[in-house]
C-alpha cells in the first residue's frame, strides 16, 4: 500500500529514468572495498571484489541541447579519455569476455580490468570511436537499436535531439570486423518493463536475430533500453542464449556482480578528466548490488501510470 501511494503522488511528476540520486544509499558489499583490485587472482580465492568499471558512452557529438548535453561527449574529450584510460594501464575487455570470467570461478581477471561500452547506435561510432579504439588498442562493446539503423534518434524527439543520425547495416559490419563487439538494445528503443512480456520478447530477439544477419555471427550481449527490465525479462535474456546483459545503475561493477543486469557509470560531457579518473579507480561511486531497489519499484509503477494517463487523454481527444 505505501508503494501504491507514493507511485500515485509520482503520477504527475516527471519520471527520470536512469539518472536516480545514489549518493542517498550506496550499498557495499560485505567485506569489500571500492576501488581495491587483485590482479590475476582466481575469483573463487578472493575475499574481497574485484573492482570492474563498465563506461557508458552514448554519442559523440559536440552539439547537444541542454537536455541531451550529459549523454553526449565531444570528440575530442573523448579521445582524452580515451587515452587517459591506456595510458594508465588498464586492461580493457569487451562485456562478453568479462561475463566469461564471472562465469568460471577458476577465471582470472586482468590487473586492471575496464570495460568500454556505447548504447544506441549513433553514426559517430564509426567515425570518432572506432579510429581512436583501433589506434589506441582498446576493446569495447556497442549496444545497437535495431529499428534505428541508417536513419535517424526519432526516440529523442522529446529531447530535441531526434535527427541524430545513426549506424548504417555496413558501419555495423566495419565495428564488428574492426574488433568491436556487437551486442542487441533492442528494435524499438522503448523501456521493456513498460512493455507486454510477450512485446518485450519480441523486441529482444528482433534485435538479435537483425543484427546476427548483419555481422553474420551470434550475438551474445545485451543491455536494456533505458536500463529498464523486470525479474522476468530478465530471466528471458539469462535463458535465451545471451551470455551477459547490462543495466545502468550508475554504479561500479564488480567480480561479484550480476552478469545479467551488470552496473555501468554513464559518460556525458560533465564528467571531467578528474571525475573520470576517480570512476576508473573505483572511487565516488558505490558499488553494485544485486536485486531491485524500492526507489526502482516505485518509479515503475509512476511511468506505468502516466503512461496510462497520457492513453487516456489520446482517447478522450480522439472520442
Same mark, same amino acid.
Given at each position: ?62 552539439? *547537444? ?39 568460471d570461478p577458476t577465471a582470472s581477471l586482468p590487473e586492471r580490468p575496464l ?14 570511436? &572506432? ?38 547495416e555496413s558501419q555495423v559490419r566495419d565495428l564488428d570486423e574492426g574488433g ?66 547490462? *543495466?545502468?545503475?550508475?554504479? &561500479? ?67
Amino acid at each position: 500500500m505505501r508503494m501504491a501511494r507514493v507511485a500515485t503522488r509520482l503520477a504527475g511528476l516527471p519520471v527520470r529514468r536512469l539518472e536516480v540520486d545514489l549518493d542517498r544509499d550506496r550499498p557495499q558489499l560485505p567485506g569489500s572495498t571500492p576501488g581495491r583490485r587483485q590482479g590475476s587472482a582466481r575469483l573463487d580465492e578472493m575475499t574481497q571484489p574485484t573492482v570492474i568499471p563498465i563506461l557508458l558512452y552514448h554519442s559523440l557529438r559536440a552539439e *547537444a541541447t541542454d537536455r541531451y548535453r550529459r549523454f553526449s561527449i565531444d570528440p575530442g574529450q573523448f579521445a582524452e579519455q580515451m587515452e587517459h584510460i591506456a595510458a594508465g594501464g588498464f586492461q580493457t575487455l569487451t562485456v562478453s569476455q568479462l561475463a566469461a570470467v564471472l562465469a568460471d570461478p577458476t577465471a582470472s581477471l586482468p590487473e586492471r580490468p575496464l570495460v568500454i561500452t556505447f548504447d544506441d547506435g549513433f553514426e559517430e561510432w564509426h567515425s570518432v570511436a &572506432l579510429p581512436t579504439l583501433t589506434r589506441l588498442g582498446l576493446r569495447a562493446t556497442a549496444y545497437i537499436v535495431t529499428g534505428s539503423l541508417g536513419g535517424r534518434s526519432r526516440w529523442l524527439a522529446p529531447l530535441g535531439e531526434g535527427d541524430r543520425p545513426m549506424l548504417s547495416e555496413s558501419q555495423v559490419r566495419d565495428l564488428d570486423e574492426g574488433g568491436v563487439e556487437i551486442g542487441a538494445h533492442g528494435h524499438r528503443h522503448i523501456p521493456l518493463d513498460e512493455m507486454s512480456f510477450s512485446d518485450a520478447v519480441r523486441d529482444i530477439d528482433t534485435s538479435r536475430a537483425r543484427l546476427e544477419e548483419i555481422v553474420r555471427h551470434p550475438v551474445l550481449t545485451f543491455a536494456y533500453p533505458f536500463g529498464s527490465h523486470t525479474g522476468r525479462i530478465k530471466r528471458y535474456v539469462e535463458t535465451s542464449g545471451f551470455g551477459s546483459a547490462c *543495466a545502468v545503475k550508475q554504479a &561500479l561493477s564488480h567480480s561479484n556482480d550480476d552478469r545479467f543486469a551488470l552496473a555501468r557509470a554513464t559518460v556525458g560531457s560533465d564528467v571531467s578528466m578528474q571525475r573520470l579518473d576517480s570512476w576508473i579507480r573505483g572511487e565516488e561511486l558505490p558499488l553494485s548490488w544485486r536485486g531491485e531497489r524500492l526507489q526502482t519499484k516505485v518509479e515503475r509503477i509512476a511511468r506505468r501510470m502516466q503512461r496510462a494517463v497520457s492513453s487516456r487523454g489520446r482517447d478522450d481527444g480522439d472520442g
